[in-house]
């Protein structure tokens, strides 16, 4: 069994970016969650799956998105990264308040 992860970017605006994933392995929200910035929100990008901002960004862009759904699946794994990597991945970044100050941050905000 596998894990279908889906997630969005939302910017100010309100317009909307989709994007999924399948990890070999099972994997639960509740996992994540004591992970996730407020409960909600995390940036993909540091933890090895793409970000959905637009390559130009405007004052409406942030680098923080949102989990959608996670459910099991019978489908093949999109990505090399295990569930249990994945865990440790957000864990990672969790601990290290997701790595704020990244580059594009720093670019945007300078």
């Known amino acids: 069994m ?3 992860f889906e997630y969005m970017y939302r910017d100010a605006c309100n317009y909307k970016w ?6 070999p392995g099972m994997l639960t929200l509740d996992q ?3 992970f996730l910035q407020d409960k909600t929100f995390f940036i993909p990008s540091k933890i090895g799956i793409p970000d959905l901002q ?3 960004w405007t004052e409406n862009d942030h680098i923080w998105h949102e989990i959608t759904n ?3 699946t019978q489908e093949k ?3 090399d990264i295990t569930t ?3 865990l440790y991945r957000f864990r990672v970044a969790h601990e290290n308040k997701w790595y704020e100050l990244s580059e594009k ?3 945007w905000f300078l």
């Open 2 to 4: 596998n894990t279908r």
């Open 77 to 79: 794994p999109m990505i």
């Open 32 to 34: 994540l969650l004591p």
């Open 18 to 23: 989709f994007d999924e994933i399948i990890v």
């Open 54 to 56: 637009p390559p130009d």
């Open 105 to 107: 941050v720093e670019k």
């Open 84 to 86: 249990e990597q994945l």
């Open 70 to 72: 996670i459910n099991t």
